[in-house]
């Protein structure tokens, strides 16, 4: 078990999503940043699926009521230990007692925690994530408060290997391996995000297409896990149109009437009705994801067939860590 002693900002147990049901209006919801979602977990021994904590901006305090191998990812939210600084993208065994702390962000926007057998939360509607609007899944369908206790899944049995090996006397023991630095996102202003066009691409004239591949843009602090909301210049359509709501999803560039860009989240809508000019590549999830009130954001355009080989590789890559990490833990 894992006691909330201090909660953070916004702390919520989040999976890979909640599909099947948007036809519902059930958002998919999932991780922002499901990347370092992902690999968090492969660090511990578990499924990629399994339940991590996304932690917002300010982490909070927490207390280990048993021993547990964890592992972060994400932004860098300095998780202490003491006085020790706990080092992130390895596995990280923590002794019973002990109280992880987080910081404010000094990188990035969201870090991931992940415990080898994951959050064990009830499942709803498939998926352990919380959707705070509507109070689905997660502790209680809310974020982190004081006094919550977070009850953790049974181990793995490579976890189980790996904890045999580990100093015996120590509170706290990160393992001599991790992430190279060269697989690490590069978390820094401006982002440089790639895009394609999007369904209405058409729609908007030449010089709001020019200034939307040229210019850059700054993250608004009106900005969540549902949409980013964006400032820089005004994007115009060629003449006025009326758009019947449609799909969307995450990553879709929505253009409202006022001609600032909302980019749509992780807890999006599941329809929208203003023009699309384009839609993020989904390797770049994580960026956006990352991205915090006021950092600087640009776009690249690609295609969708760049965009495709860009996510095979990036899967091919994930595969590659997923079995040099197994045969760590082993």
């Not at 932690?55 to 972060?72: K, M, W």
């Not at 793995?156 to 060269?182: C, D, H, Q």
């Not at 600032?260 to 994580?286: C, E, H, W």
Request: charged share 25%; hydrophobic share 40%.
């Amino acid at each position: 078990m894992i006691s909330v002693t201090k909660p953070g900002l916004h702390d919520t147990v989040q999976d890979l999503g909640r599909y099947g049901y948007q036809k519902h209006g059930v958002v998919a919801g999932g991780a922002m940043d499901s990347f370092s979602h992902r690999i968090a977990n492969m660090l511990v021994g578990n499924d990629e699926t399994a339940a991590t904590l996304e932690i917002t901006l300010i982490g909070p305090s927490l207390l280990f009521e048993e021993d547990a191998v964890i592992a972060i990812g994400g932004g860098d939210l300095l998780p202490m230990m003491a006085d020790m600084l706990v080092p992130m993208w390895r596995p990280v065994f923590i002794r019973k007692g002990c109280e992880l702390r987080f910081g404010a962000a000094r990188t990035g926007c969201r870090a991931y925690l992940a415990v080898a057998g994951g959050f064990a939360v009830p499942v709803v509607l498939g998926s352990r994530s919380t959707y705070v609007k509507a109070g689905l899944g997660g502790v209680e369908g809310r974020a982190l408060k004081k006094g919550d206790v977070l009850h953790v899944g049974k181990e793995t049995s490579l976890v189980k290997k790996l904890k045999k090996r580990l100093p015996s006397k120590e509170p706290i023991y990160a393992a001599g391996w991790g992430i190279a630095e060269k697989h690490l996102p590069v978390l820094s202003t401006p982002y440089e995000i790639r895009v394609m066009q999007g369904k209405q691409y058409e729609w908007f004239d030449e010089e709001s297409k020019h200034r939307f591949w040229n210019e850059s843009f700054i993250v608004s602090s009106q900005s969540d896990r549902m949409g980013y909301r964006i400032n820089g210049p005004l994007l115009k359509l060629n003449e006025p149109r009326e758009l019947i709501s449609e799909a969307v999803t995450y990553g879709s560039i929505q253009i409202p009437s006022d001609g600032n860009p909302i980019v749509l989240a992780a807890d999006r809508q599941t329809t929208g009705g203003y023009p699309k000019i384009g839609q993020l590549s989904s390797v770049d999830f994580m960026k956006l994801a990352q991205a915090k009130a006021g950092d600087r954001l640009s776009f690249k355009e690609v295609t969708v067939e760049e965009s495709q080989r860009l996510f095979e590789k990036r899967e091919r890559d994930l595969k590659m860590l997923r079995a040099a990490i197994r045969v760590r833990l082993r």
